[in-house]
T-cell receptor
């Protein structure tokens, strides 16, 4: 059972574009929603995270939008750069166990 | 700059051989996770420790895989005997609460 569904699987944008990656979850007990960025040959790195008590969080060019009623959250990358080309994973976890459930990942390519 | 370290970074072995992967979590972190990453399955959780006690290893094939934390500075993942289908990148992550910090991974190839 895939509890966190991520889309699209791959995404290509031009420099300066705003790629958007979407995730949907099923378990309403989830209370922490992080995004990880992974470059080839590296481990995933925590990029930004949100709790369900807010609808949006910004850190630099990265923004998470959260819709609790729809059980969806998304990552927006403003003014995307070629250096943002990576695989992005969404995840969801709940207090107590802290075990994250990961989405399948989105491969992002930003062309110069 | 505290980091999770993993050794070896690459391992090529023949089917049937024992493989041991090691991880040094970030000092002070009380949770350790082992993941396997493949193109087909994505990131799969294999084992989870909190305060060195194993809490969840339901994702791990019990007949050939084992995970231990002999002390707070070392976590190990062992495969015996290894099979070609075990070829993947294995990540260790440590954390304190919700946030997790991943190591660079061990790329395992079983021929």
């Amino acid at each position: 059972q895939q509890q966190v569904k991520q889309s699209p699987q791959s995404l290509i944008v031009q420099k300066g574009g705003i790629p958007i990656i979407n995730c949907a979850y099923e378990n309403t007990a989830f209370d922490y929603f992080p995004w990880y960025q992974q470059f080839p040959g590296k481990g995933p790195a925590l990029l930004i995270a949100i709790r369900p008590d807010v609808s949006e969080k910004k850190e630099g060019r990265f923004t998470i939008s959260f819709n609790k009623s729809a059980k969806q959250f998304s990552l927006h990358i403003m003014d995307s750069q070629p250096g943002d080309s990576a695989t992005y994973f969404c995840a969801a976890s709940k207090g107590g166990s802290y075990i994250p459930t990961f989405g399948r990942g989105t491969s992002l390519i930003v062309h110069p | 700059d505290a980091r999770v370290t993993q050794t070896p970074r690459h391992k090529v072995t023949e089917m049937g051989q024992e493989v041991t992967m090691r991880c040094q979590p970030i000092l002070g972190h009380n949770t350790v996770f082992w993941y396997r990453q493949t193109m087909m399955q994505g990131l799969e959780l294999l084992a989870y420790f909190r305060n060195r006690a194993p809490l969840d290893d339901s994702g791990m094939p019990k007949d050939r895989f084992s995970a231990e934390m002999p002390d707070a500075t070392l976590a190990t993942l062992k495969i015996q005997p290894s099979e070609p289908r075990d070829s993947a990148v294995y990540f260790c992550a440590s954390g304190l609460g919700y946030e997790q910090y991943f190591g660079p991974g061990t790329r395992l190839t079983v021929t």
